[in-house]
């Protein structure tokens, strides 16, 4: 039956070239639309090296700062010590990690002092390296110690490090970054741009940063703090919140004038990457009805124009439809050839769709990840942004494009199918002559 339904399928590309060749484009621009968005959340969300540990990882960025009688509300990152109080001592968690945000332009000055250039850096504790689990091609991270002591040193990635010193082999050299001299402790393999939690050229202690020190508020909660927390497994992320939320009440139970509200957080890695900006805590029923009215609306729409092409071929076919009930041939059977036959049409169209996806994420990769974006990053000079193939060729990205096939299938083909089968013998085998279904 299977082979005779391949058969039949290619018969019909010979004979209706034109059609085949309309539907097929037709599906693949339409899957394309639709494997971009995807791929973009996935590199959003899912594990890509170095956030490996995505399905654990809670994170905790901007909070508010509220006076107890309501007057006023203020929203920034965390205050040290709000991080040491709230966060730092979580017995539930595997390993916490607290990254300071300048927004400052950061410099490095090439070998010989010839040029500067422009780099993203991030100023981190000795922790993130458990976090993030980086890989070293040459030397190691800076240690607790250091990281106390606030030695200026720093690790590098692979391609500032051949910019800069023309070798990844740059563990023990000195670099100039912000007009000051830092050891280069380590060398790590690049992170792609779409890392959004880990990525930078250059990771530096922050107790190197003078501001990292400073608080701000009333009774210095906030400051300019971003925390991690590695739960030990995806269950155990519900006893960190509990925890990290009875740490809240007991820092707030401390204060006199202010309370500290997380918003909700910590949040789930694709939480913290789609939460919208506003200071109250995120409707994440809505966002999520929202991406996946966008997603539906996008597969209803060339649904429809692929509909009518259906139905139009199923017009030509309605004396074979009438033989086959004649010989005694069910609605079910005859539904379930037409289904067949159209996915057999459709899955060409879906690998079209998806060779087409990696072509414009390869080619539009400078700009493709601020589709969806709730801010527009610009990766610096030198730091292309890089897709892998990890990335791009993964069971969750072909497992969308192939149920993307069927819903496009299902939806393009089921009412055509369905009024064509159930047509009577009679105005089957006389289709010139039948009445409006």
Not at 236 to 262: H, P
Not at 269 to 298: I, K, T, Y
Request: charged share 20%.
């Amino acid at each position: 039956m299977r082979g005779m339904c391949f058969r039949q399928t290619w018969n019909l590309l010979r004979q209706e070239r034109l059609f085949g060749a309309i539907y097929i484009v037709g599906t693949g621009l339409s899957i394309t639309v639709v494997m971009v968005l995807s791929i973009i959340y996935y590199v959003r969300v899912g594990d890509i090296y170095p956030e490996t540990n995505r399905g654990r990882l809670l994170i905790t960025g901007r909070v508010t700062e509220r006076l107890k009688d309501g007057s006023n509300r203020r929203n920034a990152g965390l205050s040290p010590d709000a991080v040491e109080r709230c966060f730092a001592s979580l017995r539930s968690a595997e390993a916490v990690t607290a990254v300071y945000a300048t927004g400052e332009r950061s410099r490095v000055e090439t070998e010989g002092g010839d040029g500067m250039l422009r780099v993203d850096a991030k100023y981190v504790d000795a922790d993130f390296w458990r976090v993030f689990p980086f890989r070293f091609v040459s030397g190691r991270a800076f240690d607790g110690a250091e990281f106390r002591s606030g030695v200026r040193t720093a690790v590098i990635a692979e391609s500032l490090a051949r910019r800069v010193f023309g070798t990844a082999d740059a563990a023990g050299r000195v670099i100039q970054f912000n007009f000051y001299s830092y050891r280069v402790c380590g060398v790590v393999r690049d992170a792609p741009f779409a890392a959004r939690w880990s990525y930078a050229q250059l990771w530096a202690p922050y107790t190197v940063h003078e501001g990292s020190r400073r608080a701000s508020g009333a009774e210095g909660v906030l400051g300019g703090m971003t925390v991690y927390v590695l739960a030990p497994s995806a269950g155990g992320r519900a006893e960190v919140r509990r925890e990290v939320a009875e740490n809240v009440r007991r820092y707030n139970g401390t204060l006199r004038e202010v309370e500290l509200e997380l918003r909700g957080q910590p949040d789930r890695q694709w939480q913290a990457a789609l939460r919208p900006a506003g200071d109250g805590e995120a409707d994440w029923a809505s966002v999520l009805r929202r991406f996946g009215g966008m997603l539906f609306v996008l597969v209803l729409v060339p649904a429809v124009s692929l509909s009518g092409m259906t139905d139009s071929r199923m017009e030509r076919r309605m004396v074979e439809m009438g033989v086959r009930r004649a010989f005694g041939a069910p609605v079910r059977s005859l539904m379930m050839q037409i289904m067949t036959e159209n996915f057999l049409f459709t899955l060409p169209g879906g690998i079209l769709g998806l060779l087409l996806s990696y072509a414009v994420i390869i080619l539009g990769r400078n700009w493709i990840l601020q589709l969806g974006g709730v801010a527009v990053d610009v990766a610096p000079a030198g730091a292309g942004v890089m897709f892998t193939p990890a990335m791009l060729l993964n069971m969750p990205v072909f497992a969308i494009a192939l149920a993307v096939c069927f819903l496009l299938n299902l939806m393009s083909a089921l009412i055509p199918a369905w009024r064509h089968a159930r047509r009577a013998i009679v105005y089957s085998l006389h289709s010139s002559n039948h009445p409006p279904c």
